[in-house]
């Protein structure tokens, strides 16, 4: 067991296996674990270096197995699957990861603190309420159109349904008390998303990076704090695009032979801060800056408005990526200022 230098962990709920190997590449040890038997097993073992997937889970299991003293390390789950030989098992995803932590050229994902993690899941539950409340709304539209009652879309309308809902000639007695509990789930939902943007601000306003990405145009709370505990280290990233890359507002390639051939953006990478992206660069076309601007001013000329926020939005990124590299105020072009 002493002789053992690199370790793939493949985790799971319940039960976790383990494949290790020497410095000349024999295999050591392979086998299960369960999971309190974790600690306990890596704390016996001499550094070495681990690899997991980055998972839900392995951020928390990083941070154990670092506090062990072992060099712990994040592969994307789609790098890892090209090193599986055959069959997708347990122990031949052991073996995957072992191989590829092992690799020079492998990409590795950033070990998020504690702190950085909440946020990024307080980000999520505040997504999958507004979803809720978007099917609620949905819903409540949805049957009362069926009886003659339709107003305008969107959540700032649903106070004129409401208003004839509370009208008892509008509706059918039994239909009208279960969509009054729609009404009381959605206030609930509405007072619940409001208390997470309350900790989104306060840890906004805790947080140097974040604060520094709201001067950019087009960056509010929500997505300077979102972009700020999700790249943890933009030095990483090699220049702008490559962050622009990675969230996916960069075009995909499908060049051969010389030819150069860019298609619609990739999708790939984070759709949160795609999706957030994107809507600031949207609110930055409806405001005074895209006329001041003879950049966007120009793109809208020839370009489909929705083409010219995805534009703006890469642009965003790239921004946002020198900004927090070198750690400094926003400034904005002279010419754009003027």
Known sequence: MEQVTTIGLDIAKRVFQVHGIDGSGAVVVRRQLKRAQVVRFFGKLPRC????EACGTAHHWGRQLQALGHDVRLIPPAYAKAYVHRNKTDPADAAAICEAVSR?????????????????????????LIGQRTMLINMLRSQMAEFGSVVAKGPQHVKELIGELVEPASLPEPLRQALFGIVRLLAELKE?????????????KGNERSRRLTQIDG????????????????????????????????PKQNSSGGKIRLGAISKKG?????????????AVLNSKRAKEDPWIR??????????????????????????MVRGTD???APAAAA
């Open 192 to 204: 619940q998303i409001a208390g997470l943007d309350k900790q989104i601000a306060l840890w906004h």
């Open 49 to 52: 270096l681990i690899g997991l």
């Open 298 to 323: 120009h793109l809208l000329e020839r370009k489909p408005r929705l083409v010219v926020a995805v534009a703006l939005a890469n642009k965003m990124a790239r921004i946002a990526w020198a900004v």
């Open 219 to 250: 960056y509010g709370p929500i997505l300077s704090s979102a972009l700020a505990a999700r790249v943890q280290q933009p030095e990483r990233f090699r220049c702008g695009r490559d962050l622009s890359a990675w969230i996916g507002l960069a």
């Open 330 to 332: 926003f400034r904005r």
């Open 104 to 128: 020079p050229a492998m990409r590795f994902v950033p070990i998020k603190n504690e702190a950085d993690q909440a946020i990024c899941a307080v980000h999520r539950v505040r997504e999958r």
């Open 270 to 282: 984070d759709a949160y801060l795609r999706r957030l992206l994107i809507n600031g660069a949207q």
